[in-house]
């Protein structure tokens, strides 16, 4: 009896104690899994790193077909309306300082693409990073007439590298003993706000397709009824309306629901792939039935980070098992840095999809500015534009001929008039830039032309889009200038 008594206690300790014990051991389960969903391979953020740097190459070496006309003051937006249009902050930018002449601006387009070969292979990683984050947002501050949201997507990449490891492997700067071993996964602030800044994009553009058109199942046949826009398999496509329905419910579906499959917590490296998978079959769709630049490369590098470890067993790639996990007091404060950022971008975002109240204060704002942080992803949201524009140069020339040819049709140039198309008012400055471009293109015809062009005229042709067809083009006259005697730069 006094056996029993006395072992009675213990037993009732020992169950309270396990009781106590299972809510600390639920909690760090869930801990456990919450670090395992946010964790990135370093071989995927190596992977990462190598798609930023030709990323970056790319976009340097497109641009610079276009640098004297869209980035210097010979062209269609001279600094001092840049100034005018955005105010002091583009003080900020290289870019805006090389304009005054084009071997300036050439040789900072040089500089550009050889921090990004630094990147690719991982030389001096930190400030290769650091160098393409800051020249990428610079190109953009000189140029907003041909800026679009898929640049804001390479920019914010870069920025959220800055606070990763990612010279880790497959880099020269491990080659040479410059970084310290890890482990293969890794989690940081960085890796949080990396993750969720690709989701944002998709979540953020999705919320705000509230037009009739995507719920209708008109927003793609729309999207590719737009002429400046749609590839030649584009304009076969839109030929097939049965299938564009479907197509259109399942890229706002993707978009809305798609980055959620990334963060199953069970069979999370298959669920993973599947999402990449997907995610890259809409951006290749999309480059194959859309002229939309470099946003597609971008799009498809920002999923290279979710690529988990099973991906480099299958490969081949062995993984490192002899390094010791370690945090300094500065990864520590990065990593604080890096989750107030990406809380700020979740409240910016929510503010400009109406989804939040405006609670940013004035100071917040402006750093984030400074930052490049600020976006808005309104990709055919709330709907694709009804209309069309083609753009048409007519030069009357010292014969007394007249020419007709279409307007440069390359990326840039076709973003630079959709900005600056026939909707803007006359005393806008966008409208005083396609002045200058028409003198632009006086000059750009008068070099060695045994005649000589007296009379520069930009039409634009506009064009309503209906589900039967589209309407007879309305065309006007967006400017008329009469080119100077003597052309000169």
Same mark, same amino acid.
């Given at each position: 009896m006094v056996a029993c008594l006395t072992r009675a206690p213990r037993s009732s300790a020992s169950s309270n104690s396990s009781t106590r014990r299972r809510p600390f051991e639920l909690r760090t389960a869930l801990w456990g899994k919450l670090r395992d969903l946010f964790a990135v391979d370093l071989r995927s953020l190596a992977l990462l790193r190598i798609g930023l740097g030709v990323s970056v190459f790319a976009d340097t070496v497109m641009r610079a077909f276009d640098l004297v006309g869209l980035y210097t003051d010979r062209g269609v937006l001279p600094r001092e309306l840049l100034l005018a249009m955005d105010g002091r902050g583009v003080y900020l930018a290289?870019?805006?300082?090389?304009?005054?002449?084009?071997?300036?601006?050439?040789?900072?387009?040089?500089?550009? $693409?050889?921090?990004?070969?630094?990147? &690719?292979?991982?030389? #001096?990683?930190? !400030? /290769?990073?650091?160098?393409?984050?800051? +020249?990428?947002?610079?190109?953009?501050?000189?140029?907003?007439?041909?800026?679009?949201?898929?640049?804001?997507?390479?920019?914010?990449?870069?920025?959220?590298?800055?606070?990763?490891?990612?010279?880790?492997?497959?880099?020269?700067?491990?080659?040479?003993?410059?970084?310290?071993r890890r482990p293969d996964s890794f989690?940081?602030?960085?890796?949080?706000?990396?993750?969720?800044?690709?989701?944002?994009?998709?979540?953020?553009?999705?919320?705000?397709?509230?037009?009739?058109?995507?719920?209708?199942?008109?927003?793609?046949?729309?999207?590719?009824?737009?002429?400046?826009? $749609?590839?030649?398999?584009?304009?076969? &496509?839109?030929?097939? #309306?049965?299938? !564009? /329905?479907?197509?259109?419910?399942?890229? +706002?579906?993707?978009?809305?629901?798609?980055?959620?499959?990334?963060?199953?917590?069970?069979?999370?490296?298959?669920?993973?792939?599947?999402t990449i998978g997907l995610f890259w079959a809409l951006h290749l769709g999309l480059a194959m039935t859309m002229n939309i630049g470099l946003f597609p490369l971008f799009s498809m590098v920002a999923w290279l980070p979710f690529l988990p470890a099973e991906a480099w067993t299958w490969f081949g790639v062995r993984a490192t098992t002899d390094a010791i996990e370690g945090h300094s007091w500065r990864s520590h404060m990065a990593s604080a840095i890096a989750l107030i950022l990406i809380a700020y971008v979740a409240v910016l975002v929510g503010e400009r999809a109406s989804l939040l109240p405006r609670v940013l204060p004035a100071g917040a704002q402006a750093v984030g500015t400074a930052l490049r942080l600020n976006q808005t992803w309104v990709m055919f949201a709330p709907n694709p534009p009804d209309i069309t524009v083609s753009y048409e140069v007519r030069r009357s020339l010292s014969d007394g001929t007249a020419v007709y040819e279409p307007a440069p049709t390359s990326f840039r140039w076709t973003v630079y008039l959709w900005r600056a198309g026939p909707e803007r008012s006359p005393e806008s400055p966008v409208a005083r830039s396609v002045g200058l471009f028409a003198r632009y293109l006086c000059i750009d015809s008068s070099r060695g032309a045994g005649t000589r062009t007296k009379r520069v005229e930009i039409l634009a042709h506009q064009t309503s889009i209906r589900p039967d067809g589209p309407e007879d083009p309305v065309t006007r006259t967006l400017v008329d200038v009469r080119c100077p005697a003597r052309m000169t730069f």
């Open positions: 290289a870019h805006y300082w090389a304009s005054v002449h084009p071997a300036w601006q050439g040789a900072l387009f040089a500089f550009t $693409a050889g921090s990004a070969i630094a990147l &690719l292979v991982g030389w #001096r990683t930190r !400030l /290769a990073t650091l160098l393409c984050w800051y +020249l990428v947002a610079s190109v953009q501050v000189r140029q907003p007439l041909s800026y679009v949201g898929g640049d804001s997507i390479l920019r914010l990449l870069l920025f959220w590298g800055l606070f990763l490891p990612l010279s880790a492997r497959f880099s020269m700067d491990a080659a040479q003993g410059r970084v310290r989690v940081s602030g960085g890796t949080v706000a990396l993750l969720l800044q690709v989701c944002v994009i998709y979540w953020a553009t999705g919320i705000q397709k509230t037009g009739e058109l995507w719920w209708n199942g008109q927003a793609i046949f729309y999207a590719l009824r737009a002429e400046e826009w $749609a590839t030649p398999l584009g304009i076969w &496509l839109r030929e097939h #309306r049965s299938v !564009l /329905a479907p197509m259109t419910y399942g890229v +706002l579906g993707l978009e809305l629901l798609g980055p959620f499959l990334a963060f199953v917590p069970v069979y999370t490296g298959v669920f993973r792939l599947v």
